[in-house]
C-alpha cells in the first residue's frame, strides 16, 4: 500500500509518494534568483530555511497557468535538499494498493516519461505518479544546493 500526496497539475491528476512531502504551503512571493533555469521561480524564505522553488509547468513543459486560490507550494525532498512545487492545487491524500499501479505507457501526453515512475488506477482516476529523483537532473540538482547555500550566506 502507498500512501501518495495528489494534486493537480495543468488539468491532469499527479501523485508522489507521501514520504517526501514535508509540508503543502499557499503561495508566497518569490524572490526571483538571476542565472536559475527558467524552471526555477526563484526562493522563499520558509521560517527562516531558505528553499528554491520550481515552477512543474515550466519543468514539464506544460502550459503557464495563472496562480489562482487553490494554487500551492508542496515542499518536498529531492535527493536530500528542501525544494518548493508550484501545482495548481492539492486535492488529498490516498492510499493506493501496490497492485493497482502499473509502469507508465510508453506514450503518455503532456509530461516526459522519464520524470514518471507509474500510473495508478484509484477508483474511477487515474493518478500519474512523479518520480521525484528524476524531476531534477544532477546538474541542476547541484546548481540548487549551491543557490540554496549562497542564499543563507546573505541572510
Known amino acids: 500500500m502507498e500512501q501518495l500526496v ?7 491528476t499527479y501523485g508522489v509518494d507521501i ?11 518569490i524572490t526571483e534568483v538571476p542565472r536559475t533555469p527558467d524552471f526555477v521561480e526563484g526562493v522563499i524564505n520558509l ?4 528553499i528554491p522553488v520550481i515552477d512543474l509547468h515550466k519543468r514539464f513543459g ?3 497557468a495563472e496562480a489562482g486560490n487553490s494554487t500551492r507550494i508542496m515542499v518536498v525532498d529531492v535527493k536530500g535538499i528542501t525544494v518548493g512545487m ?8 490516498v492510499r493506493l494498493p501496490e497492485e493497482n499501479i502499473e509502469p507508465p505507457p510508453p506514450i503518455i501526453q503532456g509530461v516526459d516519461v522519464a520524470y514518471l515512475r507509474g ?7 487515474l493518478i500519474i505518479l512523479l518520480d521525484l529523483e528524476r524531476v531534477l537532473r544532477e546538474s541542476e540538482h547541484e546548481q540548487l544546493k549551491e543557490q ?8
Open 19 to 29: 514520504a517526501h512531502v514535508h509540508e503543502i504551503i499557499r503561495l508566497q512571493p
Open 148 to 155: 540554496v547555500a549562497a542564499g543563507v550566506a546573505e541572510t
Open 47 to 50: 521560517r527562516g530555511r531558505i
Open 119 to 125: 500510473v495508478g488506477k484509484w477508483g474511477d482516476k
Open 6 to 12: 495528489v494534486f493537480q497539475l495543468a488539468g491532469e
Open 86 to 93: 508550484i501545482v495548481d492545487a492539492v486535492s488529498e491524500v
Open 62 to 64: 506544460l502550459p503557464a
